[in-house]
């Protein structure tokens, strides 16, 4: 699988090393400080709605501590991860010219498009193991009591889910739209819009319904550690990744390489 | 009749307005050295683009050795070695490593002994980072890929482009070893010395249309020789009058000029009636015979109204 290897090996590894390292080295720093933590929060008295919007009332047992600290971000992070290497795999090498001589050889674009999504989700795993190995490295020295290390190296990968759902979307939208800027732009706002509106449907009243329609809901990130997996959920975030792979896929097949329009564009021409 | 090397059929391509290909009917036999000539944004690169599956057509059909271009575009492709006209490689690889790459790509059918020597005609170093070379050196790379796999079909855009003339002739020795070998070469350009020199056959294309298709041996017998004479002494002025295939050009005192067609044995043969000092002929260059066409294309097109501007910018 000589485009897979060339993806992973060549082309995202310096992003992977990169959000691997930053990734494991903020989990270990930040299981590092919960002792600390622990013991300036016990006597700080937040407001409720604070509480809420953090998803837990009682955010100084380890699970809940990690769970916020930990999983509020490190997912934002890892979907900037997942948009710039699925956007850069597809669009970026067409843009730059040099999908071109690729497609020119006997493979047909499916492999194109699967040895290289293949590519993208293999780094995002990459990135929550060493992720993983952070909060190894600084597990024996701390005191996490409720919370088994297979729990806590199991943890990051709770991300993984939501990440290549978002690693489809920008596949999708990058084989989708004419430029990578444009993928890359709607797939972080989409990304942004749908963690906005979680925040919203937990603290105002009346948006409760919002909270169906983005990912971020279902990938329950701050529910994992405490209160399990709902498989379910995680069934809506693997189907819509699927779904999403499908419709790229379908796009990349038709796309006119290099000639920076949408097939969408053509397909509105003919509908008219 | 056997499989055409490249058939197109009624081949047209349409970007939003602007008609980058219009109805383009054209043969390429196995065997042949094929020019594609036209100036740029003719439509050249789309119609090449199209062989290879990275474009789809608008309406038409497009085949390459008996095979479907975009039905069977993968074993079209494993048929022809392709070198893009804005050729971009993978900058931080070596050329030995993104020849590596595309053998991989193309499942192991490079023939080894031939790539080297390819590497070593065009003077390649293919050990330094493609980012560190020259245009026409990254060219080279382009060209060996093309050909290293000793495709049944090459489809080559503007291959000469970026090269020296020692490099673009022995590129040139390349394509007619090709195709001494048994392939077929396609390539376009917008030299005419070049196509010149090394085609069997030349297709014009202008405007997305096919102009004209030459076959070189038979334009030269067809079109009009120019014979400049001087005589010892001026000749009469109807001296010459009333030969068939015999045009006068210009009468000068004791320079005249012809262009003869096919009456050319008739010339001299009145000719052998005077003293001849001097006499020359001049085949027509494909350069002329070209612009003969476009211009008289040029004129017969612009009362029906030109193309859109965009025509000319649609890169082809």
């Given at each position: 699988m000589p485009l897979l290897r060339k993806a992973l090996f060549d082309d995202l590894r310096w992003h992977v090393v990169g959000y691997g390292i930053g990734l494991g080295a903020w989990a270990a720093i930040i299981v590092a400080l919960y002792p600390t933590f622990r013991d300036s929060m016990s006597e700080l008295e937040l407001p409720a709605w604070y509480g809420e919007f953090l998803g837990t009332?009682?955010?100084?047992?380890p699970r809940n501590f990690i769970q916020i600290e930990l999983f509020s971000w490190i997912p934002l992070l890892l979907i900037v991860y997942t948009v710039v290497a699925a956007t850069g795999v597809i669009a970026g090498d067409e843009q730059r010219g040099t999908l071109e001589l690729v497609l020119a050889q006997p493979v047909s674009r499916t492999r194109v498009f699967l040895e290289r999504a293949a590519a993208v989700a293999l780094g995002t795993v990459v990135i929550c193991a060493c992720t993983s190995l952070g909060l190894l490295a600084v597990w024996p020295f701390v005191d996490l009591p409720g919370l088994p290390l297979s729990d806590l190296l199991a943890a990051p990968f709770g991300m993984l889910p939501l990440a290549l759902l978002f690693a489809a979307l920008a596949l999708c939208l990058a084989a989708l739209l004419p430029t990578r800027g444009a993928a890359a732009g709607v797939t972080t706002a989409i990304a942004v819009t749908g963690y906005i509106a979680l925040a919203v449907a937990d603290l105002a009243?009346?948006?409760?319904?919002?909270?169906?329609?983005?990912?971020f809901y279902y990938a329950d990130q701050k529910a994992l550690?405490?209160?399990?997996?709902v498989w379910w959920h995680q069934g809506v975030i693997a189907g819509s990744t699927l779904a999403l792979l499908a419709l790229g896929w379908r796009a990349f097949e038709r796309r006119e390489i290099g000639?920076?329009?949408?097939?969408w564009r053509e397909l509105l021409r003919r509908a008219a | 009749m056997p499989n055409a090397a490249i058939e197109l059929e009624a081949l047209t391509k349409r970007y939003g307005s602007v008609l980058?290909?219009?109805?383009v009917e054209l043969r390429v036999e196995p065997g042949e050295l094929f020019g594609f000539l036209?100036?740029?944004?003719?439509?050249k690169t789309t119609a090449i683009r199209i062989l290879v599956d990275l474009i789809r057509p608008t309406a038409g059909h497009a085949r390459v050795l008996g095979l479907d271009?975009?039905?069977d575009a993968r074993a079209v492709r494993a048929r022809v070695g392709y070198l893009p006209g804005d050729l971009r490689l993978y900058?931080?690889?070596?050329g030995h490593e993104l020849l590596e790459l595309i053998a991989s790509l193309r499942g192991g059918t490079v023939d080894a002994r031939y790539r080297d020597d390819l590497i070593a005609r065009l003077q390649l170093?293919?050990?330094?980072a493609i980012g560190e070379l020259s245009r026409g050196n990254r060219q080279k790379v382009g060209i060996v890929q093309a050909l290293m796999s000793r495709p049944a079909l090459v489809l080559l855009d503007e291959?000469?482009?970026?090269?020296?003339p020692l490099m673009q002739e022995e590129v040139e020795a390349l394509l007619r070893e090709t195709v001494r070998d048994g392939g077929t070469v396609f390539f376009s350009s917008h030299v005419l010395s070049e196509v010149e020199q090394i085609c069997t056959r030349v297709a014009m294309l202008n405007r997305g249309a096919i102009l004209d298709v030459f076959d070189l041996a038979e334009q030269r017998r067809l079109a009009p020789r120019t014979v400049a004479v001087t005589f010892a002494e001026p000749p009469?002025?109807?001296?010459?009058?009333?030969?068939?295939?015999?045009?006068?050009?210009a009468h000068d005192g004791r320079r005249v000029e012809f262009a003869a067609r096919d009456g050319i044995d008739a010339l001299v043969k009145r000719l052998a009636a005077f003293t001849v000092t001097t006499l020359d002929t001049h085949e027509p260059s494909l350069e002329e015979l070209f612009l003969a066409r476009y211009q008289q294309d040029a004129t017969t097109a612009a009362p029906g109204g030109a193309p859109p501007e965009g025509a000319h910018a649609a890169s082809a």
């Amino acid at each position: 699988m000589p485009l897979l290897r060339k993806a992973l090996f060549d082309d995202l590894r310096w992003h992977v090393v990169g959000y691997g390292i930053g990734l494991g080295a903020w989990a270990a720093i930040i299981v590092a400080l919960y002792p600390t933590f622990r013991d300036s929060m016990s006597e700080l008295e937040l407001p409720a709605w604070y509480g809420e919007f953090l998803g837990t009332a009682d955010w100084t047992t380890p699970r809940n501590f990690i769970q916020i600290e930990l999983f509020s971000w490190i997912p934002l992070l890892l979907i900037v991860y997942t948009v710039v290497a699925a956007t850069g795999v597809i669009a970026g090498d067409e843009q730059r010219g040099t999908l071109e001589l690729v497609l020119a050889q006997p493979v047909s674009r499916t492999r194109v498009f699967l040895e290289r999504a293949a590519a993208v989700a293999l780094g995002t795993v990459v990135i929550c193991a060493c992720t993983s190995l952070g909060l190894l490295a600084v597990w024996p020295f701390v005191d996490l009591p409720g919370l088994p290390l297979s729990d806590l190296l199991a943890a990051p990968f709770g991300m993984l889910p939501l990440a290549l759902l978002f690693a489809a979307l920008a596949l999708c939208l990058a084989a989708l739209l004419p430029t990578r800027g444009a993928a890359a732009g709607v797939t972080t706002a989409i990304a942004v819009t749908g963690y906005i509106a979680l925040a919203v449907a937990d603290l105002a009243d009346g948006f409760d319904a919002l909270r169906y329609v983005t990912p971020f809901y279902y990938a329950d990130q701050k529910a994992l550690l405490t209160e399990g997996v709902v498989w379910w959920h995680q069934g809506v975030i693997a189907g819509s990744t699927l779904a999403l792979l499908a419709l790229g896929w379908r796009a990349f097949e038709r796309r006119e390489i290099g000639i920076g329009r949408s097939p969408w564009r053509e397909l509105l021409r003919r509908a008219a | 009749m056997p499989n055409a090397a490249i058939e197109l059929e009624a081949l047209t391509k349409r970007y939003g307005s602007v008609l980058a290909l219009d109805d383009v009917e054209l043969r390429v036999e196995p065997g042949e050295l094929f020019g594609f000539l036209g100036p740029n944004g003719a439509g050249k690169t789309t119609a090449i683009r199209i062989l290879v599956d990275l474009i789809r057509p608008t309406a038409g059909h497009a085949r390459v050795l008996g095979l479907d271009a975009q039905r069977d575009a993968r074993a079209v492709r494993a048929r022809v070695g392709y070198l893009p006209g804005d050729l971009r490689l993978y900058e931080h690889l070596t050329g030995h490593e993104l020849l590596e790459l595309i053998a991989s790509l193309r499942g192991g059918t490079v023939d080894a002994r031939y790539r080297d020597d390819l590497i070593a005609r065009l003077q390649l170093d293919p050990s330094r980072a493609i980012g560190e070379l020259s245009r026409g050196n990254r060219q080279k790379v382009g060209i060996v890929q093309a050909l290293m796999s000793r495709p049944a079909l090459v489809l080559l855009d503007e291959p000469t482009s970026g090269l020296d003339p020692l490099m673009q002739e022995e590129v040139e020795a390349l394509l007619r070893e090709t195709v001494r070998d048994g392939g077929t070469v396609f390539f376009s350009s917008h030299v005419l010395s070049e196509v010149e020199q090394i085609c069997t056959r030349v297709a014009m294309l202008n405007r997305g249309a096919i102009l004209d298709v030459f076959d070189l041996a038979e334009q030269r017998r067809l079109a009009p020789r120019t014979v400049a004479v001087t005589f010892a002494e001026p000749p009469p002025a109807d001296a010459f009058a009333g030969l068939a295939g015999v045009t006068v050009l210009a009468h000068d005192g004791r320079r005249v000029e012809f262009a003869a067609r096919d009456g050319i044995d008739a010339l001299v043969k009145r000719l052998a009636a005077f003293t001849v000092t001097t006499l020359d002929t001049h085949e027509p260059s494909l350069e002329e015979l070209f612009l003969a066409r476009y211009q008289q294309d040029a004129t017969t097109a612009a009362p029906g109204g030109a193309p859109p501007e965009g025509a000319h910018a649609a890169s082809a």
